[in-house]
């Protein structure tokens, strides 16, 4: 279980976390917001790349920080970033940060091919990742984060800036990682997480506005008929709020 109390976190004046309270347990949760609602620093805070200003992250019960490599060896994150190595191959990339996990030797072999088997890379996992398209970077990059079959898995908008096919082949992806895990996919776009997210936190000006299935929120948001509409409702009146904010 993960748990982060009292989170907030400042970039000088901007205060982009403002009193996180947050528990996940195993299944998917979807994190919507719309750009500049704090989904990566919030998933930046849960995955140590980044310290909070206060409030603490808890791992069954105990402060992440104090896990240390345990910790991040039960963690999987796929940054919003591409940080790929354009002249590395797939596997090279992969080897590589099978080793940053501290998977043994003797098991990255066959940990690698799973995992390219997985998001269906394997033919071309000789090929430097500069020829992949965004989807295949998209793809690699989940790749990685489950490598080592971590407990704890951080999806930073694995979707973004792709067409709709290759959206449905990263989110069945998602969907079909084993039931037994803790997943926290971020986006903002409602049709990536609405059929496969057990519930759906809803990030607005660094403040969760709700978290709860999608069903009780179309309930608790207007009478809402999908989750498209309790979107609209909860941060229609963002581009004010935001430009209010950034004075
Ligand atoms: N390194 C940074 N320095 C200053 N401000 C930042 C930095 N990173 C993010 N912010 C600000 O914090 C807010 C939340 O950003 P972010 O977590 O990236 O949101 P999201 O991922 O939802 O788009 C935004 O207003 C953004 O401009
Ligand atoms: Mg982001």
């Excluded at 791992?59 to 104090?66: I, K, P, Q, V, Y």
Aim: hydrophobic share 35%; net charge positive.
């Amino acid at each position: 279980m993960l748990e982060l109390q009292n989170i907030t976190k400042h970039y000088g004046a901007r205060k982009a976390l403002d009193h996180i309270f947050l528990t996940l347990e195993n299944g998917i949760y979807g994190l919507l917001g719309p750009n500049g609602a704090g989904k990566s620093t919030l998933m930046n805070i849960i995955t140590g790349n980044l310290k909070p200003t206060s409030g603490i992250v808890l791992w069954n019960g105990e402060n992440a920080r104090n896990l240390g490599p345990a910790y991040l060896s039960l963690l999987g994150y796929a940054p919003q970033q591409q940080g790929l190595y354009d002249t590395f191959t797939g596997i090279r990339f992969l080897s590589y940060m099978a080793a940053l996990k501290g998977i043994p030797k003797k098991k990255q072999k066959g940990e690698i091919q799973r995992v390219l088997d997985y998001v269906n890379l394997t033919e071309k996992a000789y090929r430097p990742i500069g020829t992949y398209s965004g989807g295949m970077k998209q793809r690699i990059l989940v790749a990685q984060a489950i490598l080592g079959d971590p407990h704890l898995i951080v999806l930073d908008e694995p979707t973004a800036g792709l067409d709709p096919k290759e959206r449905v082949r990263i989110r069945e992806n998602i969907r079909n990682i084993s039931g037994d895990k803790i997943i926290l996919v971020s986006t903002h776009v409602v049709s990536d997480i609405e059929s496969i997210a057990k519930e759906i936190i809803l990030l607005r000006n660094g403040k969760i506005v709700d978290k709860d299935t999608i069903s009780n929120l179309c309930e608790k948001h207007g009478n809402a008929k999908n989750l498209e509409q309790v979107y609209l409702q909860v941060f229609e009146k963002e581009g004010e709020s935001d430009s209010a904010h950034r004075i």
